[in-house]
């Protein structure tokens, strides 16, 4: 496993997976909703052209890079964030908190 800092509940589902002692509660009723909610969520049943620039679209790719995903499904994610109403901008966030 990679170096992640885990708290004490998370390491002990880690130790409980890797043992083969790990037993799920999820009914699968529940586990049908999930299912169907992630489906959801990451159905791709459109397709758009877009023209940007070629130093936002360099941007974007290392972007990509840096998280380990492909550039596409990190500008679906910004948009999705945006439309959802949970994009935030950092950098506004920075001047408001300066200027108080």
């Given at each position: 496993m990679n170096n992640a800092k885990l708290d004490q509940a998370e390491?002990?589902?880690?130790?409980?997976?890797e043992s083969g002692n790990f037993t799920t509660t999820l009914t699968e009723k529940r586990k049908s909703e999930?299912?169907?909610s992630a489906e959801d969520t990451f159905k791709k049943d459109k397709r758009i052209n877009i023209r940007l620039?070629?130093?936002?679209?360099?941007?974007?790719?290392?972007?990509?890079l840096e998280e380990g995903i492909p550039y596409q499904?990190?500008?679906?994610?910004?948009?999705h964030k945006y439309v959802s109403g949970t994009l935030q901008d950092i950098t506004a966030n920075k001047l408001n908190k300066r200027t108080r």
């Open positions: 390491q002990d589902l880690l130790d409980e997976f999930i299912q169907t620039s070629g130093h936002d679209l360099s941007a974007i790719q290392r972007r990509a499904t990190l500008v679906a994610s910004v948009l």
